[in-house]
T-cell receptor, first 109, second 114 residues
Framework: KNEVEQSPQNLTAQEGEFITINCSYSVGISALHWLQQHPGGGIVSLFMLSSGKKKHGRLIATINIQEKHSSLHITASHPRDSAVYICAVLETSGSRLTFGEGTQLTVNP | DAGVIQSPRHEVTEMGQEVTLRCKPISGHDYLFWYRQTMMRGLELLIYFNNNVPIDDSGMPEDRFSAKMPNASFSTLKIQPSEPRDSAVYFC????????????FGPGTRLTVT
């Protein structure tokens, strides 16, 4: 079992739909990181959070430390949101950063 | 600011050769990270620096890999000797703090070792 699991692995949506990507982890963490990787390969750091919720534009990230779960929500999805979304956790034992395998999101017009 | 700058963008080299990847972080950022991405292993953190000092290099795969940060505006990742399994995209990122802020990624260096 991977320490960080994302679901779904692949997601196809229609423009305008509300999207949720999930990340579950099995270790104690001090923070969780959401990344976006564009089709061209470039990586954008979306959120670093250790509790509660963060919002930036149409993106919302939440984390529940007790349940060891985080979600990334995209409201009013757009084709330009098509990318791979990667979750990474920073373990409390040190500075080890463990990555999930990513969720491939495709938003069709 | 121009963002995180990496060079070269593409590198093709033969097995056994020394490879040096370069990174210029965003000015004022105290943290610098080196990542590697492959199809097989996904993204991996190799090493990170705080104020030019290496803090955690537990992700560096082998002694063939070394990283330095001689000053706040420059870092290198060196592979000597290179092997075909080192072929990957290497990303550099910087951030003002370790936990509180998102990181800013460079465009990556695509390394191919033949």
């Amino acid at each position: 079992k991977n320490e960080v699991e994302q679901s779904p692995q692949n997601l196809t949506a229609q423009e305008g739909e509300f999207i949720t990507i999930n990340c579950s982890y099995s270790v104690g963490i001090s923070a969780l990181h959401w990344l976006q990787q564009h089709p061209g390969g470039g990586i954008v750091s979306l959120f670093m959070l250790s509790s509660g919720k963060k919002k930036h534009g149409r993106l919302i990230a939440t984390i529940n430390i007790q349940e060891k779960h985080s979600s990334l929500h995209i409201t009013a999805s757009h084709p330009r949101d098509s990318a791979v979304y990667i979750c990474a956790v920073l373990e409390t034992s040190g500075s080890r950063l463990t990555f999930g395998e990513g969720t491939q999101l495709t938003v069709n017009p | 600011d121009a963002g995180v700058i990496q060079s070269p963008r593409h590198e093709v080299t033969e097995m056994g050769q020394e490879v040096t990847l370069r990174c210029k972080p965003i000015s004022g950022h105290d943290y610098l990270f080196w990542y590697r991405q492959t199809m097989m292993r996904g993204l991996e953190l190799l090493i990170y620096f705080n104020n030019n000092v290496p803090i955690d290099d537990s992700g560096m795969p082998e002694d063939r890999f070394s990283a330095k940060m001689p000053n706040a505006s420059f870092s290198t990742l060196k592979i000597q000797p290179s092997e075909p399994r080192d072929s990957a995209v290497y990303f550099c990122a910087s951030s003002p703090t370790f936990l509180g802020n998102e990181q800013y990624f460079g465009p990556g260096t695509r390394l191919t070792v033949t």
